[in-house]
Structures are given as structure tokens and as C-alpha cells.
T-cell receptor
């Protein structure tokens, strides 16, 4: 079955430290990969997406993600975390199965500590 | 402000009823996406329309339907409502679904079924 996994429900990181939010997937074909963020009491926002090309994708708010085909991973990273980065992050995959389908991970709550 | 407008912001209705959620995409965006976010099932993709045509379909129940009108606004119809349909319903829009397009989300409609 096609799936997306975010193995950590919560990630805690100190302000100024690098952060990583993990995502792995299991889908057939060549998927599109996405990261979204949901700030407290606000809607979803698109962060970045990977379709093809350079494995390192840069997105909004200084976030970037690294696509690793052999490990079927698409981890979200930021070199230096800010308290304001604290939010809920979702990884998503688009794959083709007759028609296009999108699936989401369960979300990872990032808490950046001052 | 993302430029995507969803109405109403809140909706309370009884089981068995039918409701319509409306989404106005950003000016010039041809694609509209619908998502459901609930505590039980997390974030799920429901359906995508592109310029009036269905482009992708996710875990959308048969009791639910959607359409995109010639002016590109979209409506999500939920019928025979059940308590489990209580959720936050997001709409997003993008110019198209190709490589360099970003999706912008509305603030969501919070549906409570009592």
C-alpha cells in the first residue's frame, strides 16, 4: 500500500540549532513530494516541493528538504531554528495510480525552545 | 492573506443534514484542492479540480461531492452528515499543478456536526 511516514510525533530543538523533521515514503513510480506547515490557529501553508532535478529543494522561511531516492526519504531541514518556527509540519506525496492521488503523513510537531 | 477565500468560516449542523462549503481561488489560479483535517484521521486530500475538470481524487466519501464552476470557484457538498464528518475543511488553489507552482490555502471551514 502507498504510504507516507513521519516517524516522530514531536521534535524539540533549541533555538539556533539545526533542525530535521523526517519523512519517508513508499509509493510506486516517481512521486512528487511536498512539505506543508500549520502554525497555531492558522491554516496550512505550502513550504516546498520536489518533482525532479536537484535533490536539495529550498522553500519558504529558510526551510529546505533533501530528496534521497535510495532511502525514499524527504527530510525537512533548517540550519538554525527560530522559536517562531514552532508549528505542525506535514509531509505529502503525489503519485499516479490511474489518476493522481495525494497522501499525507500524520504530522510532526516542532517545538523550538528559547 | 493567501488570497483564497473560504466561506463560511464556521458551520454547525445536525446529523443527516447537507451543507455546501465554498472556495474562491486566487485570481488566475486554475487548480482547486480540497482537504479534510480531523483529529481521528489527520489531514486527508479529498479532490482536485483543474479548470473545471476533476484532476485527482483522494479519500472522498460517496456522500461528498465537489465541482468547479466556470468562474473557477469551487463548492464541496457534504450530505447525510455524520458526527465523524466534523472537521476542518481546507481549500487550496494554484496556477496549475506543474513544477513551479505553489499552492495557497484558505483559512478553512470548521464544520461541527451535532
Amino acid at each position: 500500500a502507498q504510504s507516507v511516514a513521519q516517524p516522530e510525533d514531536q521534535v524539540n530543538v533549541a533555538e539556533g540549532n539545526p533542525l530535521t523533521v523526517k519523512c519517508t515514503y513508499s509509493v510506486s513510480g516517481n512521486p512528487y513530494l511536498f512539505w506543508y506547515v500549520q502554525y497555531p490557529n492558522r491554516g496550512l501553508q505550502f513550504l516546498l516541493k520536489y518533482i525532479t532535478g536537484d535533490n536539495l529543494v529550498k522553500g519558504s522561511y529558510g526551510f529546505e528538504a533533501e530528496f534521497n531516492k535510495s532511502q525514499t526519504s524527504f527530510h525537512l531541514k533548517k540550519p538554525s531554528a527560530l522559536v517562531s518556527d514552532s508549528a505542525l509540519f506535514f509531509c505529502s506525496v503525489r503519485y499516479s495510480s490511474g489518476t493522481y492521488k495525494y497522501i499525507f503523513g500524520t504530522g510532526t510537531r516542532l517545538k523550538v525552545l528559547a | 492573506d493567501s488570497g483564497v477565500t473560504q466561506t463560511p468560516k464556521h458551520l454547525i449542523t445536525a446529523t443527516g443534514q447537507r451543507v455546501t462549503l465554498r472556495c474562491s481561488p486566487r485570481s488566475g489560479d486554475l487548480s482547486v484542492y480540497w482537504y479534510q483535517q480531523s483529529l481521528d484521521q489527520g489531514l486527508q486530500f479529498l479532490i482536485q479540480y483543474y479548470n473545471g475538470e476533476e484532476r485527482a481524487k483522494g479519500n472522498i466519501l460517496e456522500r461528498f461531492s465537489a465541482q468547479q464552476f466556470p468562474d473557477l470557484h469551487s463548492e464541496l457538498n457534504l450530505s447525510s452528515l455524520e458526527l465523524g464528518d466534523s472537521a476542518l475543511y481546507f481549500c487550496a488553489s494554484s496556477v496549475d499543478d506543474r513544477r513551479n507552482t505553489e499552492a495557497f490555502f484558505g483559512q478553512g471551514t470548521r464544520l461541527t456536526v451535532v
